[in-house]
DNA sequence: TTTATATATGATTATATGATCATGTTTTGA
DNA sequence: TCAAAACATGATCATATAATCATATATAAA
């Protein structure tokens, strides 16, 4: 993996006199590393659970499908603002969307979603 | 909880004509969501996660500690943009650090933080 | 005690992004 | 077929943020 992934080229021009010294740790951690193209990726996945909005809806879609008006009543929020943020996130398969007549149900296109509720959840409450 | 937790308050004025059939839905998922101010916490702890440079870091520093001149070397990144983000990741308790005369050294402050990676990451791949 | 190295940080700037407004689309019911 | 309800979406704007530059601090070595 390390030779075809161009992750790690060659210390920079701000390389440090260490460097020598760490080279075989930094070769170590480029090994272990995803490629860059899964780092970006996973960056986006992580930042669509960054935002307040986006994390209140999906953490009340983890419970169970709503349409878009509970979704607004749920958080207070302009059906404009919700709708954004759910295309936001049906775009990247966070969720999915069903259509019963006038009313659209989103629900969690994925049960892995929940995991990586539980997990960020679990960590926060184990710091306070 | 539902009781003392603000987080819904009431249909605002968009509330939809859908929401009498919907009410106990919302109330089931309002009781099940975390509180406000957790959540907030946890869309702030998974912002961390969501920017590129920010995750080469944290998963650099899941395989082993690193200097920050190691980490420039690694992301061929200038050493203040580096620093900066550590400062980021120190003050939101991501990672700790250690001084060895000039050299300051980076490591995961908490065991969990390579969960959050491995689930995002197991995520991913099963999608592929 | 100078000088160089490694890192930290304040200020600035360009870009990204989230909410809003206005309006478009789809479906139902009168 | 017309109107209203539920939702989607383009444009705009204000804010957030990440990288950079310049500079400060801390440590070691000469």
């Known amino acids: 993996m390390a030779e075809k992934n161009p992750f790690f080229t060659a210390a920079g021009d701000e390389g440090c006199a260490v460097y020598g010294i760490h080279e075989r740790a930094i070769r170590s951690v480029q090994d272990q590393m995803p490629w860059q193209e899964d780092l970006d990726k996973l960056a986006e996945f992580y ?3 960054g935002d307040k909005t986006r994390l209140k809806i999906i953490w009340a879609l983890s419970v169970c499908e709503m349409c878009v008006c509970d979704l607004c ?4 929020m302009r059906q404009s603002a919700v709708s954004h943020q759910l295309r936001t996130l049906k775009l990247t398969r966070i969720v ?4 019963e007549g006038k009313v659209v149900f989103y629900a969690l296109d994925d049960d892995h979603i929940r995991n ?9 409450k184990e710091r306070e």
């Open 116 to 124: 990586v509720l539980e997990v960020g959840y679990k960590h926060l």
């Open 73 to 76: 009543a749920l958080l207070q």
């Open 96 to 99: 999915r969307s069903r259509r």
């Open 47 to 49: 930042r669509l659970f």
